[in-house]
Each structure stands twice: as C-alpha cells, then as structure tokens.
C-alpha cells in the first residue's frame, strides 16, 4: 500500500529570503529582537497616519495572513515586546515566521515611504550643518511628535531601559536613529539585511 508523502508547506514568496537563524534560546525569539521590530513599525507608524491598516492590507498582499489574520493578531504580536504597557511577554513569545512577517510587512512599508523618509533625513542633516533646532522643520517636527506621542502611549516606563526616554531629546534621538533605519530597509536586499542585523550578537 503507497503512503502518500508529507506536503511541505509552502512559504510565501516574501518570506523565502530569510533563513532561520540558530537562536540561542530555543523558546523564540529574544527580547532584544522583539523590542527593535516594535520600534521600526512604531516609526513607520509615525510616517503614515493609516500606518496599522497599511500593515493589514500587506499581511494579504504578501500572503502571511495566516499569521496576521486581523488587528487584535498584529497586537498581540507587537505586545511580545517586554517593554509595552500591557505586555504579552511573560505569557508568549514571538515565533520566527511570525516575526518573519512583521519583518517582510515593515521593509515593504518602508519602501513606499522611500521619498519621505529620504526627505526628513536630508533636513535633519541640513538643521545639524546649520546648527539649528529640529522644529525648524515642520514636516520633521511633525514626524517627532507623533513618534513620541506613539512610545509614550505604548511603552512602559516603569521598566528602568525605558525611562531614559522620559526626556525628550532622547525620544527625539531615537525617532532620528528609527528613520536611519528605515532607509536602510528600502534599499537592495534591505528585507534580508534587518533580518540578520535584528539577531546580531543573538545567535549561536
């Protein structure tokens, strides 16, 4: 009697690129990694004011909505950050083709935000030659404000690594660092290189 063979499943096209790493703890994901993702959909966030629904719309446009099915999942999922209010987790990790996910959905977002992200770097740079505040910039100021509006909603400054950020030049500092990041996601490869930078120093 012929056994029919297992099916492999088959994986989305937007995920293929990305290897699984050889974490150091087997129970997922580390904290580090699930805290840096976080923050990179929080800045995209901050750029684009449909920014959560943009993120549902691309879990179907690049077949990972068996991960990412609805709102309350892509939540839940962020809420693996120990550093949000509310956090998930103590209770859950967050999977790698999860994460894998969140990492194809953040760089594609990226991307379509190339000219603006560009643009507000360009200004920053130009506001630190000419030594000048960071609200000379309207558009760059506006992408600050919602970015701290955003961190200081969702994080929890209970937690010693996020109270430096109750001062707001530091908040301002790391929506700065977030849009360095963010260009680097758009270039060639840039999906596969956050991949490796998120578990730099996290792998065997």
Same mark, same amino acid.
């Not at 029919?4 to 904290?31: K, Q, T």
């Not at 929080?42 to 959560?52: F, H, P, Q």
């Not at 709102?71 to 809420?79: D, K, Y």
């Given at each position: 009697?012929?056994?029919?063979?297992?099916?492999?499943?088959?994986?989305?096209?937007?995920?293929?690129?990305?290897?699984?790493?050889?974490?150091?703890?087997?129970?997922?994901?580390?904290?580090?990694?699930?805290?840096?993702?976080?923050?990179? *959909?929080? $800045? &995209?966030? /901050?750029?684009?004011?449909?920014? %959560?629904?943009?993120?549902?719309? @691309?879990?179907?446009? +690049?077949?990972?909505?068996?991960?990412?099915?609805?709102?309350?999942?892509?939540?839940?999922?962020?809420?693996?950050?120990?550093?949000?209010?509310?956090?998930?987790?103590?209770?859950?990790?967050?999977?790698?083709?999860? *994460?894998? $996910? &969140?990492? /194809?959905?953040?760089?594609?977002? %990226?991307?379509?935000?190339?000219? @603006?992200?560009?643009? +507000?770097?360009?200004?920053?740079?130009?506001?630190?030659?000419?030594?000048?505040?960071?609200?000379?910039?309207?558009?760059?100021?506006?992408?600050?404000?919602?970015?701290?509006?955003?961190?200081?909603?969702?994080?929890?400054?209970?937690?010693?690594?996020?109270?430096?950020?109750?001062?707001?030049?530091?908040?301002?500092? @790391?929506?700065?660092? +977030?849009?360095?990041?963010?260009?680097?996601?758009?270039?060639?490869?840039?999906?596969?290189?956050?991949?490796?930078?998120?578990?730099?120093?996290?792998?065997?």
């Amino acid at each position: 009697m012929q056994v029919d063979s297992p099916i492999a499943p088959v994986v989305p096209p937007a995920l293929v690129n990305l290897p699984d790493p050889e974490l150091v703890s087997p129970s997922g994901c580390p904290r580090r990694t699930r805290w840096q993702i976080d923050l990179i *959909l929080l $800045a &995209l966030e /901050a750029l684009d004011l449909g920014g %959560a629904e943009a993120m549902l719309a @691309l879990a179907k446009e +690049l077949q990972v909505q068996h991960l990412i099915p609805n709102r309350v999942v892509l939540w839940r999922l962020r809420c693996t950050n120990p550093f949000r209010r509310f956090s998930l987790g103590q209770r859950r990790s967050l999977s790698l083709e999860e *994460l894998k $996910a &969140l990492v /194809a959905i953040g760089c594609t977002l %990226a991307r379509r935000q190339t000219v @603006l992200i560009r643009q +507000l770097l360009m200004e920053w740079q130009q506001l630190k030659q000419q030594d000048l505040p960071l609200d000379n910039s309207p558009q760059l100021s506006y992408y600050l404000e919602r970015f701290r509006s955003h961190f200081r909603s969702r994080m929890n400054y209970k937690r010693t690594a996020i109270a430096a950020y109750k001062d707001p030049e530091k908040l301002n500092a @790391l929506g700065l660092h +977030l849009l360095e990041q963010l260009l680097f996601c758009t270039g060639t490869a840039g999906t596969e290189r956050l991949w490796v930078s998120l578990f730099d120093g996290e792998v065997v």
